[in-house]
């Protein structure tokens, strides 16, 4: 387990509930689920609007849900698909872990080291009080980082490895900023399932 984490593979920070999980799927399912979702998936690439200027996502996405319900962030609102088969699998094994139910996953593909999501916390207001996300990396690792919003020495950055989950919860949102960054290393592509609550 990496050394930021205790035990049970919480986060030992302030303000925040992270929890940690590294081999979630086995590598074997793991690539069997990368493979197939990157040749199934309709993915597509949104335009969204940053301090009044309007840029390509730096990433394709796809929306899934359990129902019609949208999703919107960033200017953007997305239309879910309904869960496939394999998606179900994925997202029941999930709530196993984290016995949350969840209705929808924002799914995101990282083509390269160019491909990144900025600063941001996800915290509109369709996804309750205190938002819980667990978040599936399959494919490339990528380093999550993490920020306080007030106290500025506080600063963390996660290895999010091929097959694992990391679980956000409680206040994390109300407090914490994350990033995946931009890389000049040569990489392979990253998928990445964000399943969520929409209330």
């Given at each position: 387990?990496?050394s930021?984490?205790?035990?049970a593979?919480?986060?030992?920070?302030?303000?925040?509930?992270?929890?940690?999980?590294?081999?979630?799927?086995d590598?074997e399912?793991?690539?069997?689920?990368?493979?197939?979702?990157?040749?199934?998936?309709?993915?597509q690439?949104?335009?969204?609007?940053?301090?009044?200027?309007?840029?390509?996502?730096?990433?394709?996405t796809?929306?899934?849900?359990s129902?019609?319900?949208?999703?919107?962030?960033?200017?953007?609102?997305?239309h879910?698909?309904?869960?496939?088969?394999?998606?179900?699998?994925?997202?029941?094994?999930?709530?196993?872990?984290?016995?949350?139910?969840?209705?929808?996953?924002?799914?995101?593909?990282?083509?390269?080291?160019?491909?990144?999501?900025?600063?941001?916390?996800?915290?509109?207001?369709?996804?309750g009080?205190?938002?819980v996300?667990?978040?599936v990396?399959?494919?490339?690792?990528?380093?999550?980082?993490?920020?306080?919003?007030?106290?500025?020495?506080?600063?963390?950055?996660?290895?999010?490895?091929?097959?694992?989950?990391?679980?956000?919860?409680?206040?994390?949102?109300h407090?914490?900023?994350?990033?995946?960054?931009?890389?000049?290393?040569?990489?392979?592509?990253?998928?990445?399932?964000?399943?969520?609550?929409?209330?």
């Amino acid at each position: 387990m990496n050394s930021l984490f205790s035990e049970a593979g919480k986060l030992d920070l302030p303000n925040c509930d992270i929890q940690y999980f590294p081999n979630f799927f086995d590598t074997e399912k793991a690539h069997f689920y990368f493979n197939a979702l990157r040749k199934e998936v309709p993915w597509q690439q949104d335009t969204i609007k940053v301090y009044g200027k309007t840029h390509l996502q730096p990433r394709l996405t796809a929306l899934y849900g359990s129902d019609k319900k949208p999703y919107s962030y960033s200017n953007v609102t997305m239309h879910p698909h309904l869960f496939d088969e394999k998606l179900l699998a994925i997202k029941q094994a999930v709530e196993r872990k984290t016995e949350v139910i969840f209705n929808t996953c924002l799914l995101n593909l990282y083509r390269d080291g160019k491909d990144s999501n900025g600063w941001h916390t996800d915290n509109e207001k369709t996804l309750g009080t205190n938002p819980v996300i667990a978040s599936v990396t399959l494919g490339q690792e990528r380093f999550f980082h993490l920020k306080h919003r007030t106290k500025k020495e506080l600063k963390r950055k996660i290895l999010l490895e091929h097959g694992s989950l990391l679980l956000m919860q409680g206040a994390t949102q109300h407090h914490w900023l994350h990033q995946i960054p931009k890389t000049a290393k040569p990489i392979k592509e990253r998928i990445n399932l964000t399943f969520r609550v929409l209330i």
